[in-house]
């Protein structure tokens, strides 16, 4: 992969990870030896070999680990040691998991796992099963838990808390591979969130752009934790899921940087995906009544913020005329009824600049209006 002129290199899921970990901790449970090398299967049908970084025998365990590489991504987890135990288990039960520590446990309705169930998704387990059955057959009676070293510390900075998944990190990936600077895995967790909080039967979600926007629309609306989605750039990627996962109302926060953008037709609001309009932001303002100076100062502007600082000091108010543009691109990519979106706009320091209230977000009311 390449970005801005250097490759950057990929990495392994911690599910890869732990699929290794359980195979080399199996082939030395049932009596053989460490392998120098484990191989694992991915979903895409590749074969990755790991070097084990621990492994250790006990009266009826075995245990391995694999350091995650990560490749070039800032993966919060990399360089953490996964760790896997392997148990004989009861006649008949199958290939079972259990978190260990550092692994995160539900216990919020919404996710891809039941309550109570370590955070182990999916695809990791089916890896973990797959990798198990090369040594021991399809039909294995093992238990399989799964750890984290600092797994607890790391999961401060996940949305493992905000998402009712507690004790540590959960064991994710749904290709093996961990491809650098991804957008697919924010937007995952985005959807994760939406799900959690329609489980929890909220009625109202709003997504921030970042912190600052996120503490304001928490304190503007009076809203628990879990009624916040971290959306980051991806707007769009918020609004098309809560499409076909609605909520009764929908609120969108950002500083006034990221919603002139969406105002002027982005839904991905990245400073990579381009940067806001300012001459269009200056025809706005004209448009508001502004004078030919301040239109040419907001022109000039070094930031939109700046422009936005220009227009106040004249008295303007260019945050409710964003943000109605804002709406208007917003409740386009939502196209639902029955969903009232709202638009807030905030300045670096929280305070509100600018609102659309709650409307009803139908495609044709977003185009006419």
Known sequence: MDVEGKNLRRGWTTGTCAAAASKAACQALLG????????????????????????????????????????????????????????????????????????????????????????????????????????AGPMADLEIEISVAGGELLAEKTLNPRLGILGGISILGTTGIVIPFSCAAWIHSIWRGIDVARAAGLSHIAGSTGNTSEKAVAAYHGLPEIALIDMGDFVGGM????????????????????????????????SKRGMADLAALAELARDAGASEA????????????????????????????????AWRTAAKALGRPDIALEILVFDREGRPKGRAPFTPSDHSEASSS
């Open 32 to 135: 053989g030896e460490f392998p120098a090398l484990v191989e694992v299967t991915l979903p895409g049908g590749q074969r990755p070999a790991f070097a084990l970084a621990m492994e250790e025998r006990d009266e009826g365990l075995a245990r391995a680990g694999v350091v995650k590489d990560a490749g070039d991504d800032p993966d919060v987890t990399h360089g953490a040691l996964i760790i896997s135990t392997v148990r004989e288990a009861f006649p008949g039960s199958g290939i079972t998991f259990r978190a260990g520590q550092g692994v995160g446990t539900v216990t919020r309705a919404g996710l891809p796992l039941a309550v109570g169930e370590p955070a182990i998704n999916p695809v990791p387990r089916k890896m973990i099963a797959a990798a198990i059955a090369e040594v």
């Open 239 to 270: 609004l098309k899921y809560l499409r076909s996962h609605p909520v009764e109302r929908v609120t969108i926060a950002g500083g006034v940087a990221k919603m002139t953008k969406l105002a002027q037709g982005m839904l991905d609001v990245h």
């Open 294 to 325: 301040l239109a040419a100062r907001i022109a000039a502007a070094n930031t939109v913020a700046g422009a936005f600082e220009e227009a106040e000091a004249e008295g303007l108010d260019l945050g409710e005329r964003v943000a109605r543009l």
